[in-house]
Every structure is written in C-alpha cells, then in structure tokens.
C-alpha cells in the first residue's frame, strides 16, 4: 500500500502564500503523473495542478500564474506553491498520485485531504 502524507495548510489573509507538499511512501516502483484537486461542500472535487513524472505541468484556469507545481522524483513528493491566494481558492486540497507499485496494478492513491483557508 501507498500513502500520500500531506502538509502545509492554514489560514492565510487574501494576497498571502501558501506551500502545500505531499509525501509518497510505501510499495512504490514508480510514480506517474502526480497532482492537486481541492473540493468545497456541496461540490465536485477539480483539479488544480497536475505534473507528469517529466515534469510537465497542467493549470486549471483559475489558478494560472498564481500557483506553481513542482515535485522532487527522488523524495516521491509534490508541492503546491499557491501565491495572490483568494477566498475563493478556501478549500480541502487533496493530493493524488498514479502509483505502479512494486507488484499489482497501477491505481490512483490519494492523501486524506488539507485544510486551505484564505480569509482576513
């Protein structure tokens, strides 16, 4: 089994910074794509940022040019880097992986979700 261990939420005032990180562990061979939905009551999880293992990188239109994801293949671990945070960007971020684990299928892991608020 793999877990993706994720860190760095709070509450930030709008126009404030965050950096979330999401640490892979477990029976991992590789990792594929890695990324970053966020989800609000009532509504669908969407992604926010995803990056492949070479490091190519896809924005959902709301977070372009204000967030930046990177990730360091040799710790398994992706970061968020969120700058101009908004209120409206408030909302559990979940990290996701595509796991190939050392035996069995690949599959989609997920992290248990972290807290983002951006509110004064």
């Known amino acids: 089994q793999v877990q993706l261990v994720e860190s760095g939420g709070g509450l930030v005032q709008p126009g404030g910074s965050l950096r979330l990180s999401c640490a892979a562990s477990g029976s991992i061979f590789s990792i594929n794509a890695m990324g970053w939905f966020r989800q609000t009551p009532g509504k669908e999880r969407e992604l926010v940022a995803s990056?492949?293992?070479?490091?190519?990188?896809n924005y959902s239109d709301s977070v372009k040019g204000r967030f930046t994801i990177s990730r360091d293949n040799a710790k398994n671990t992706v970061y968020l880097q969120m700058n101009s945070l908004k209120p409206e960007d408030t909302a559990v971020y979940y990290c996701?992986?595509?796991?190939?684990?050392?035996?069995?299928?690949?599959?989609?892991?997920w992290g248990q979700g972290t807290q983002v608020t951006g509110s004064s």
């Open positions: 990056i492949t293992s070479g490091r190519s990188t």
């Open positions: 996701n992986a595509g796991v190939s684990p050392w035996y069995g299928h690949k599959y989609n892991a």
